[in-house]
């Protein structure tokens, strides 16, 4: 098997003039050169794109006015130099392709451009962060058969899996209004709670508050409306993507989501990683799509043999917790589970296709949500709700604490990298997020 | 009962130098004024904001320009001359209703600014229009309970409404991309159906198409993160209505739609009508919420006297169509039904406020459905699936043509009026779109 698209920008042993980019571990290696909104914190000034590198930042506001660029890249940068990724977004493949290999080659140990760039770089700890671009709609898919069966079999122990979920790759539409970066707090939400032997419902703080992990996916140039995208072109329309944890108040959840799907459950806040990895820094650990033995063969228009041979993407996953009582002692993070995007049953170009299938258009910076991404393990859960089999059994850290539900003061960490083949790691950065008691009533 | 907010913009016998707005039965008298996007048709000019007023439209950035307005109101209107409405959105309902008496005052007969607005003046005929606002997110409810009752019917005979529905102002989010405006042309969407004794979906254009009757709501101001919406402020959130016509596929909706909710079977395309009716026009209509004796009281959060005495709305809904039969014979469109939104069992405020209730930010502009709005009689269904009881009984129209969904062609037009209590007539324009044939596959 060949791997599409694979040029110099992929080689592993090709370092960096940001020495911090060339460290063992490190999430923003030379390889990777994910894009997000930034500015210098405490200042009150116009949000740019910048580049991760390393530990430092590429501010391609500074970069376009200092370095050089051949013409056809200058007029890409003018918009990004504005702090517009949605134009980078709605640019064909080729031209991101082209800038990542402009961006690569400007910091590429001994690049003649480094004397130019130099103090084009902001470290990362002396910069704020933002959302990497304006979000019109956010769609949030299921793509997790994993999850689909575990939480299924609470609701429905002989027949978790619906009849569709091999058919349809199931998605619903989200808020895009409460979508927050990395580093947010939030407040437990209030909802309608009802006992199943209570006559009636209150409306009083969350108690099964959940995290979800889950990838995002950033679209392309998109489509107009009434024109479906075909398999074959999909590929022009992955940006890229990044970590969400798609918070969720199951209570809530319960009592509301017949007959229309989940709502207030869901859109009290989602938090997404703030660096944008595109599917060219990935195109190294794509693998062939995951489908059992025995199962039906995607109906035609989810279908293709690039999608059957490389529409998988080898990521692992990682959840960890952090309690107020960790944070208080000095203790680290600890980690949850681990589970790995290779097992999710739809790919990405499936949901992007079928979501333009009924003609419904998609735009630059859209975000579709992958669902939660769960192993096929008891212990590879994507979200507590799994891990503690409904809340009956809770999970015991190592400081002696148990959850079965998140807590008030509870920080949630998902992270993400790709390592495979012999290609350089590919990291995400963190997607952090602390749950705040709920509001006075 | 006193109704609030009445002010001299709403004596009924208040005329405009503008004739066409003194009309019997006209739509835009001088006591309604609402807004829109417009542009000269055929000119590729910037869109603007414009007040109709009868057959007329008054263009706002002219309007600034030339005519008289203390400053504040010129603060107020100068994003209006540069062609957003969400800024008028974003201010507070005192500000928007100083606009509306002063624009009331300039189009009055025996204006002084007559003469200076004369020419600030597009015929309606000659304008192109575009959707109104940026509409961030888009959320659709099911407030209608006729409708959930007789739909719910189809699907669970012994148990049409859910235990939920009458605790709970159902929602949903749905897709903004896709909303269109009136006058728009949408092609049937492919999507998978699955005949109940089917092995397996295909993938093929849709046969059960249906329009859905909908109110939309624009949200003003709207509230941060994290920050509910309490009833007693709900009314300074309520910008102004519009018609929506919420297209649906049910044959698509009945397989797709488990666990998470309709998908594709609705965001393929919505359209509203042009212009948006503030809730200051709209004010002498208020009335008392249905809610029929031994059900239970909303929950607190959802309650209030103002709501309880003034939270519905009395306005006569209906539902037209014209074949393609009927245009190529000159007959004009046929009514299919009426039914009035004073039967929602949820009012626009508590749409607003449960929506809030858990943090989730509504930002000015946002687009809240109130789901169909059928009438208690059979004749008075909100969509064909419930006129046609499923699809099995076909309407019959005058040409001897029948329906039972939607055919290649057909243009479904809903409007809107308020007339009572001897408050002039309040009118919505029409709400028409017209179903092309599905793309080649």
């Known amino acids: 098997m060949t791997l599409p698209n694979l040029d110099f920008t992929h080689d592993p042993a090709a370092q960096s003039w940001v020495a911090s980019a060339n460290a063992e571990g490190c999430d923003f290696p030379l390889q990777n050169l994910p894009y997000g909104r930034f500015r210098r914190a405490g200042h009150n000034e116009d949000w740019r794109i910048g580049v991760a590198i390393g530990d430092q930042i590429l501010d391609l506001r500074r970069a376009a ?10 007029v890409l940068l003018q918009p990004l130099a504005q702090g517009d990724l949605n134009a980078l977004m709605a640019a064909p493949k080729a031209a991101r392709v082209a800038l990542r290999q402009a961006l690569f080659r400007a910091l590429q140990a001994g690049s003649p451009q480094q004397a130019l760039l130099a103090d084009a770089l902001l470290a990362q700890h002396e910069a704020e962060l933002a959302l990497p671009c304006r979000i019109g709609d956010y769609t949030d898919f299921y793509t997790g058969i994993h999850h689909a069966t575990t939480v299924g079999k609470l609701f429905r122990p002989d027949n978790p899996l619906l009849p569709n979920y091999k058919w349809v790759p199931i998605g619903y539409h989200g808020r895009a209004s409460s979508i927050g970066i990395s580093g947010q707090q939030l407040h437990r939400p209030w909802g309608q709670l009802k006992a199943p032997d209570a ?58 989501y017949q007959p229309l799907g989940p709502f207030l459950a869901k859109n009290f806040g989602s938090t997404i990683s ?5 599917m060219e820094a990935l195109a190294p650990f794509r693998c062939a799509q995951q489908r059992p033995e025995g199962d039906p ?3 035609p228009y989810l279908d293709s043999e690039a999608n059957r041979s490389l529409g998988g993407l080898d990521l692992e996953l990682e959840v960890w917790l952090q309690t107020a009582a ?31 299938s009924n003609g419904c258009n998609l735009q630059p910076g859209d975000l579709l949500g992958t669902g939660t991404q769960s192993g096929p393990a008891a212990d590879e859960g994507g979200s507590l709700l799994e891990l503690s089999q409904g ?51």
């Not at 006015?65 to 200058?74: C, F």
């Not at 703030?274 to 595109?278: E, Q, R, Y």
């Not at 015991?396 to 960490?413: A, C, K, M």
């Open 297 to 299: 063969p995607p109906l």
């Open 65 to 74: 006015e200092r370095g050089r660029w051949e013409t056809p890249l200058q």
């Open 326 to 356: 960790m944070r208080a002692a000095g203790e680290p993070a600890t980690r949850l589970m681990r589970s790995n995007f290779r097992h999710a049953y739809w790919t990405l170009a499936q949901m992007l296709v079928h979501h333009a």
């Open 391 to 441: 809340g009956k059994q809770a999970l015991t850290l190592p400081n002696g604490e148990t959850r079965s539900f998140l807590q008030d003061g509870d920080t949630v960490i998902l992270r993400a990298h790709a390592q495979a083949g012999g290609a350089r790691r590919i990291g995400f950065g963190d997607c952090a997020a602390t749950l705040l008691a709920a509001r006075a009533g």
């Open 199 to 256: 006559d009636a419902p209150v409306f009083a703080p969350a108690k099964r508050l959940d995290y979800e992990l889950e990838l995002g996916l950033f679209v392309g140039p998109g489509n107009a409306l009434g024109e479906p995208i075909p398999m074959a072109q999909a590929d022009e329309h992955l940006f890229g993507l990044c970590l969400l944890n798609d918070w969720s108040a199951r209570d809530v959840q319960a009592w509301e």
């Open 274 to 278: 703030p660096w944008v990895v595109t």
